[in-house]
């Protein structure tokens, strides 16, 4: 018995150490569950994946509140329990990361992980991570120490039946304030991630703390103060005025005071909290369907190539096993091409992307992953961009074909939409829907500023350089963006 058991484990040890791909097992049940704003493929229990589901869009809509538009789709992979995310939590290291959950905001969407039989655990850092995608894409600049007093503000909340908890205490941000010493309030004021002593990748610094209880405080305290915020906020952004100062005409008391006040705060040890009823949050539904195993290695595959790019050797063997069992698999096709391209492998990717667009059908995805690519690859060539052009270049042609596809079947891809504007940028007709698509992806992005430098290009092409200057005085340089501040200033003075 103990032989056997001793060799069970020496076989474990040894999958686990040779870096082999662990595909799922052949008898994995997945299901997908479709809700308004997010796609869900789960391997543990239909009411469970559906009580998850639920909870991520209610979150959404008490955060994100009514009438935003999300710029991109949200996949959420939920694992049945420790042994099936295992794999897919593997760090850099080969190592699995000491987490229940996973938020990564890329060019393609969001892509979320959790573990269904880890309690409330994984919910926070979803929430934070959540929080600061829906912040990022609505305000392009917010100080440091808002986004994440708000990101670990919202991590807290939880859902209990029909109701919704906001604004529980963050406990180890509570016991650190107990413990120790606060940093001085202009230093978290004016915090950076350049600075010293910021460290996001650990989220227990004294930094945090400070941010949070900074932010609870002005939330929770009073509703007067809570009515302030967002007039301090906008004074901030503007940024004429020292912080400080600012803060003392906002709320009529000074930093030595709110330091004391904070003190008190966090020693009294009696945080407020919002309570909302489900009918605040509005009903969601969901559709549930079950999935071929071509289907989820598919998600899975593109699940670890997004949320840990490193492992794209793993993610290519979900998308060929994928693909085995279903040559028609659209999306493994696409995806494995990216793979290929990334690895300078273009003809075999070439192959894929085709199949891929022969057998989309009215999926978006192949079209869309097609049509980017294609515009990078544009890209990256430098083509002549301070003159107007005298022909459309046939790659710029084609990636508009395939983006154009990918928008009438999926509207709301604010990627699509800019980088559709780029292939019209070199279009001598083109100006005018390039101006549009820019402007249509700028509503969706506000904080990119590389959309906003294309459409400085476009302005310029349409001999509009009033416009193209407004852009740069009052979109580019406030951002402080200097990458992009620069080349536009150069367009601005090159392109006659
Ligand atoms: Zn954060």
Same mark, same amino acid.
């Given at each position: ?319 060929? +096993?994928? &693909? ?5 698999? #659209? %999306? /493994? ?5 990216? $793979?290929? @391209? ?52 046939? +790659?710029? &042609? ?5 983006? #154009? %596809? /990918? ?5 709301? $891809?604010? @990627? ?54 407004? &852009? ?25």
């Amino acid at each position: 018995m103990i032989s056997l058991l001793a060799a069970l484990l020496l076989c474990l040890l040894a999958g686990g150490a040779s870096g082999e791909t662990t595909l799922p097992p052949a008898d994995d049940e997945w299901i997908r569950v479709t809700t308004p704003h997010f796609s869900i493929v789960s391997n543990a229990r239909q009411g469970a994946s559906k009580e998850i589901a639920l909870q991520l869009e209610r979150f959404r809509a008490l955060v994100e509140g009514e009438g935003s538009v999300s710029s991109r789709p949200s996949t959420i992979v939920i694992f049945r329990d420790e042994v099936s995310y295992w794999p897919y939590k593997m760090n850099r290291q080969g190592k699995p990361a000491n987490v229940a959950g996973h938020f990564a905001s890329t060019r393609d969407g969001n892509y979320i992980g959790v573990n269904a039989d880890a309690g409330e655990t994984p919910y926070s850092v979803i929430f934070h991570e959540y929080t600061h995608y829906l912040l990022n894409q609505t305000f392009a600049q917010i100080p440091l120490w808002m986004n994440e007093g708000r990101a670990e503000f919202f991590s807290t909340v939880r859902m209990r039946g029909d109701r919704a908890e906001v604004g529980r205490p963050v406990e180890h941000h509570v016991r650190l304030l107990r413990q120790r010493k606060m940093l001085p309030l202009d230093q978290v004021f004016l915090m950076t991630t350049k600075s010293p002593g910021y460290n996001e990748g650990t989220r227990q610094g004294l930094f945090y703390a400070q941010s949070w209880v900074l932010y609870h405080y002005l939330m929770m305290n009073s509703a007067e103060q809570r009515r302030r915020l967002p007039f301090f906020l906008r004074r901030m952004e503007e940024g004429d005025v020292p912080t400080e100062t600012l803060f003392e005409s906002t709320y009529g008391y000074d930093f030595e005071q709110l330091e004391k006040k904070l003190k008190l705060y966090v020693q009294a040890n009696m945080f407020n909290f919002l309570e909302y009823r489900d009918r605040d949050l509005g009903s969601v539904e969901s559709q549930v369907q079950p999935m071929t195993r071509a289907d989820y290695l598919h998600e899975l595959g593109d699940y670890l190539a997004h949320v840990t790019p490193w492992r794209a050797e793993d993610a290519a063997a979900h998308f060929r +096993e994928s &693909l085995r069992l279903d040559p028609k698999q #659209a %999306r /493994s096709h696409a995806s494995l091409a990216r $793979l290929l @391209e990334d690895e300078g492998k273009m003809l075999e990717a070439n192959e894929h992307y085709a199949a891929a667009i022969e057998n989309a059908g009215e999926d978006y995805f192949p079209f869309f992953a097609y049509g980017m690519s294609s515009v990078d690859r544009f890209l990256a060539r430098k083509p002549k961009i301070f003159a107007r052009p005298k022909q459309i270049p046939k +790659e710029a &042609l084609a990636a508009r074909g395939l983006l #154009a %596809r /990918s928008l009438s079947l999926s509207p709301g $891809l604010a @990627e699509a939409h800019y980088a559709l504007g780029i292939t019209f940028l070199f279009d001598p007709n083109g100006i005018a829907p390039a101006i549009e698509a820019f402007e249509t992806a700028r509503e969706m992005m506000p904080t990119r500023m590389d959309v906003v430098y294309y459409e400085v290009l476009a302005c310029l092409q349409a001999g509009d350089r009033k416009s193209a200057t407004a &852009l740069i005085e009052q979109v580019l340089e406030p951002s402080g963006e200097k990458n992009w501040v620069q080349p536009a200033r150069q367009a601005l003075s090159s392109f006659r």
